[in-house]
């Protein structure tokens, strides 16, 4: 399609100016290092731009290599891991965002990412001695110790940002002053010597779970992803989604739900995929009628979805197999699976009742693309469908990755266009590393917080609190979980606030439902999933959430609109995300586990049929505008239809029968008319 080249292009070949559908890559950056701290980085030129490259390569090589030939012991895999991420960090990103300190590294970031090596090799050189004396702590161990702690937060402040930063900090503080701290908050504390060699001799702090996961399961998916990126598999989600959907009712709205439930194959961060496939699908939004607000809100719910969609979800997911313990990531990619259709079911449902109440076509047979020449290259998407087969057929979680980066090298290589050389490869690996960096950092921050929950017992006496603050009540525990994880993660990345809520929260969660199922109506693994999957999906809606939604702020630097107005459209087309981990929750059929597909399909229908109800409501538009007190009635019928349960099930469906026939015969009989594109 033409009007995706830069400027330039279209002049030599003689095309008419830009016609606001391109995005340059410049206003895309720009956007990303305001909006994304990942990508807050610098931009490097001479010898220290070959050593982050070579950096980074030895990085992805490391992981690379214990993936196929095995793991360090835990103490040595991690450390290295750690060592290779905050050096590259305090390389890479500055320590404040001034313009005049991305084209130079400052000399104590020298000393710091120095500082970071000595710190990764420490357990590798001293490992017996370490494991010798387990339990105390040396003067030399105790200053590396120190230097760990402090070397985590800073580069996690560069990194991921602010808030998980402070969190961190202030759990540490917890540790140490416990004794001060007022009624069920209050513990024996810990000394100095105590924590440092909770933080960084055990497996119960820094070099913990979610810094193991990282080390060996995410880094490995993260290459997987930026390989199919080098075959240009993201540029074709877009065509696949405009030449599938581009030509139905708003369809530029619905391209990029399509498009950005695809890219959340390959991306694990919000704001990177409302950059990626927006910058291609807002400008098509905003030409075709839709308001810049509306516009950037399609885009944030769809690509905040995109970590909720299997196979490859966010990289909370896989710490949930480690968290749950009994689980594969089969088992949690199967259960996540209706949930996601779900939601992106409810955008697309809202975005067409939107469409139809403002009078928008689809795109012209001149601006498709040719759909057999797009479906040519559907072999793109081979390795995503094969991880998923690895993944069913019991192939471990590692190998499926490994073995879907060996299948896009292949496939790859049946087109010219989309063939991968050794230098393609070599900068997959470096692109994979440069991702990694920001979860290296957040996952060992968020051990930090694990190491002090489990240290002092505060997840016990939060989960507690948190029982009798509802009084026992399930949907109130459950609402003060939703707000908690939705303040958690304003700002802060998923990987983290995930960390934080299923310590806390899942467990008071867990507990109630326990209580809460009659004998035998629920196994512990699908209580433990339904609540662990509740926090995850919440974490991942504080993107869209204002006042601090990052991923609809970005929508916004695209779109030229509001950037709180642009938080709400994105809240209310996700509204989907604030009832489903509700309705999985007190129905886990919804997850496919313990279930007959008679009960899976009644729910399918109920609760699809609650989604074109509720989105019919928020909207004012069915097959007729609907007054004030219809959308009342009628988002009413989708709220009885969704909550699992046999009464409001009954009554819900015979209202949504009657309200759809008086729809139906009351329909609007002019077709919409086509907005001048």
């Known amino acids: 399609m033409t009007n995706k080249l830069p400027p330039e292009e279209r002049e030599e070949q003689k095309l008419p100016p830009e016609d606001d559908t391109y995005i340059s890559e410049e206003k895309q950056k720009e956007i990303l290092q305001k909006y994304d701290p990942e990508s807050n980085t610098r931009d490097l030129s001479g010898i220290m731009k070959h050593v982050v490259f070579y950096g980074l390569l030895a990085f ?48 104590y970031d020298y000393v710091l990412a120095l500082l970071s090596l000595g710190v990764g090799a420490y357990w590798p050189i001293m490992y017996e001695d370490l ?87 995410i880094f490995t998916f993260l290459l997987f992803g930026s390989f199919l990126v080098k075959t240009g598999v993201g540029q074709y989600f877009n065509d696949l989604a405009v030449s599938l959907a581009g030509n139905l009712t708003g369809g530029p709205a619905k391209v990029a739900i399509f498009s950005s439930a695809l890219q ?16 291609y699908t807002i400008p098509m939004m905003k030409k075709l009628g839709y308001k810049k607000e509306f516009a950037g809100g399609v885009e944030a719910a769809a690509s905040t979805g995109g970590q909720l969609m299997p196979p490859i979800m966010g990289a909370a997911a896989f710490l949930m ?41 689809g795109l012209s047979k001149e601006e498709m693309p040719d759909r057999k020449e797009v479906l040519k290259k559907i072999y793109l998407l081979t390795p995503i469908f094969a991880i998923i087969i690895f993944l069913l057929i019991g192939i471990p979680t590692m190998q499926a990755a490994l073995w879907g980066i060996v299948l896009t090298i292949v496939v790859s290589a049946f087109d010219k266009e989309t063939r991968l050389n050794f230098k393609d490869m070599i900068h997959a690996l470096v692109d994979g590393a440069r991702t990694a960096l920001a979860v290296a950092a957040a996952t ?49 990345p998923t990987t983290a ?12 969660i867990i507990t109630l439902l326990m209580l809460e199922y009659p004998e035998g109506a629920a196994t512990p693994l699908v209580v433990a999933l339904s609540a662990h999957l509740f926090v995850f999906y919440f974490g991942i809606i504080a993107d869209i959430t204002p006042p601090v939604a990052l991923a609809a702020f970005a929508a916004a630097g695209i779109s030229g609109g509001e950037p709180i107005k642009t938080g709400f459209n994105a809240a209310k087309l996700a509204i989907a995300a604030f009832i489903i981990p509700y309705m999985f929750v007190l129905s886990p059929s919804l997850l496919m586990i313990d279930t007959t597909w008679p009960e899976l399909i009644w729910v399918l229908i109920t609760a699809i049929s609650g989604m074109i109800a509720i989105g019919a409501g928020l ?58 594109a």
């Open 321 to 361: 197999v480690e968290f749950i313990g009994g689980v594969t990531y089969w088992e949690i990619a199967k259960a996540a699976a209706i949930p996601a259709l779900l939601y992106f079911t409810g955008v697309w449902i809202m975005t067409h009742f939107e469409a139809k109440r403002i009078g928008l076509k």
């Open 60 to 107: 992805a090589l490391f992981q690379l290599y214990t993936a196929i030939f095995g793991q360090y012991t835990a103490y040595i895999q991690r450390s290295v891991h750690l060592g290779f991420a905050l050096s590259l960090i305090f390389i890479l990103f500055p320590a404040r965002k001034r313009k005049g300190v991305r084209h130079k590294v400052s000399w």
């Open 619 to 676: 909207i004012g538009y069915w097959y007729r505008k609907l007054y004030w007190f219809e959308r009342i009635i009628t988002f009413a019928t989708g709220i009885a239809l969704i909550y699992p349960e046999g009464l409001s099930d009954t009554i819900g469906a015979a209202a949504f029968i009657v309200l759809f026939v008086i729809q139906w015969l009351a329909r609007d009989k002019k077709e919409p008319k086509a907005t001048e």
């Open 131 to 217: 494991v010798f004396r387990i339990g105390r702590v040396t003067e030399l161990d105790f200053i590396v110790g120190v230097l760990a702690v402090l070397l985590v937060l800073e580069a996690t402040r560069r990194a991921v940002g602010m808030p998980i930063t402070v969190i961190s900090a202030l759990f540490l503080t917890y540790a140490f002053f416990g004794p001060y701290f007022p009624g069920f908050l209050r513990h024996r504390g810990q000394d100095l010597d105590s924590l440092i060699q909770l933080m960084f001799y055990t497996t119960d702090g820094i070099l913990g779970t979610p810094i193991g996961v990282s080390a060996t399961f």
């Open 497 to 508: 606030n995930y960390v934080i809520t299923s310590t806390i929260a899942a467990p008071a």
């Open 444 to 492: 060992a921050a968020a051990g930090i917080i694990v190491g002090v929950v489990v240290k002092t017992g505060l997840g016990l006496s939060l989960a507690n609190g948190l029982v009798s603050a509802s009084g026992g009540n399930v949907l109130l525990t459950l609402f003060f979980t939703m707000l908690a994880a939705i303040v958690l993660g304003m700002g802060s």
């Open 264 to 279: 959340g194959t390959i991306s694990g961060s919000s704001v990177a995929n409302v950059v990626t496939s927006g910058s």
